[in-house]
């Protein structure tokens, strides 16, 4: 079982974000997968979570626009 960490911005794509957010989730639990999620305030906070991916998870997913993919 892997372990996924989703890093969303809700606003990105006039919230298209946000609604995509739970369906990648339950998808990836379908499949039995564990998935958490965050939504930064910032751009450090988003760093800080990516950063996670040496805590356990497997890979960080990255749901929005170019902002929090940078």
């Given at each position: 079982?892997a372990r ?6 809700p606003i990105s794509?006039?919230g298209?974000?946000a ?6 989730a339950a ?10 999620d ?6 450090q ?8 991916v040496?805590?356990g998870?497997t890979?960080v997913?990255s749901?929005?626009g170019?902002?929090t993919?940078n």
């Open positions: 079982m996924y960490l989703i890093i969303h911005n794509g006039t298209l974000a609604r995509l957010v739970p369906a990648i998808e990836l639990r379908a499949r039995g997968h564990s998935v958490d965050v939504c930064p305030r910032n751009k906070d988003a760093t800080s979570a990516a950063r996670q040496d805590e998870y890979a997913i749901v929005g170019d902002g993919h």
